[in-house]
């Protein structure tokens, strides 16, 4: 790129943009204030606020591709990733999402027979740094295995416009790792405060 085209490319970007580029604005999920992770305590005695940022698989550290500098809201918690260029979240509660889960979502079937230890895991992402580029959601936790439960957990995932994927580690006999995502879904963020 020529100098005179780069200038003018950064003259074409808006003000909030480059707030954002450097840790202020407003998160375009929830309108909230931005922060960075950094700026942020895992607090462990309670559960995660993002377990896609505070995994507590690294004793606090930030799991990757999150660092101290990645962007953070304050109010809906979700993270900027810089390199899939989406915010995520990810809770094992399905409720504390501040745009609500989508129903085939947070109503998809969690068998009881699972272990108990392992976590039943919501994310949600907005792609884009605007979160203009589209909605994913998905579900995922271990359960006891068996044809009944893949048959079943398929029939709700065709008739929801779900992928279902199913993996097996050799690490945990007898059981499945499933997991369900919708597709990508519209949505409308948030204005960015002091957008033209
Ligand atoms: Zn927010």
Not at 85 to 92: I, P, Y
Not at 128 to 136: E, P
Not at 151 to 173: I, Q, V
């Amino acid at each position: 790129m020529q100098r005179r085209e780069f200038v003018l490319a950064l003259s074409l970007l808006p003000l909030s943009a480059v707030g954002i580029a450097h840790g202020g604005g407003s998160c375009p999920v929830c309108g909230g204030n931005l922060t960075v992770v950094g700026a942020i305590k895992d607090d462990t005695s309670r559960p995660s606020i993002n377990l896609e940022v505070w995994n507590r698989s690294y004793h606090g550290y930030i799991s990757e591709p999150f660092s101290s500098n990645s962007q953070f809201c304050k109010k809906c918690h979700f993270a900027y990733d810089e390199i899939s260029m989406k915010w995520r979240r990810a809770s094992e509660a399905p409720d504390s999402f501040f745009v609500p889960l989508l129903p085939v979502v947070r109503g998809f079937p969690i068998t009881e027979s699972r272990p108990k230890n392992l976590r039943v895991v919501y994310t949600q992402t907005f792609s884009g740094q605007d979160a203009s580029q589209g909605r994913i959601e998905s579900v995922g936790f271990w359960a006891n295995d068996s044809e009944l439960l893949r048959s079943k957990l398929e029939n709700y995932a065709s008739s929801n416009d779900l992928a279902l994927h199913f993996y097996t580690a050799l690490s945990m006999p007898g059981q499945v790792s499933v997991k369900a995502e919708t597709p990508n879904n519209s949505f409308k963020p948030t204005p960015l405060r002091g957008a033209a």
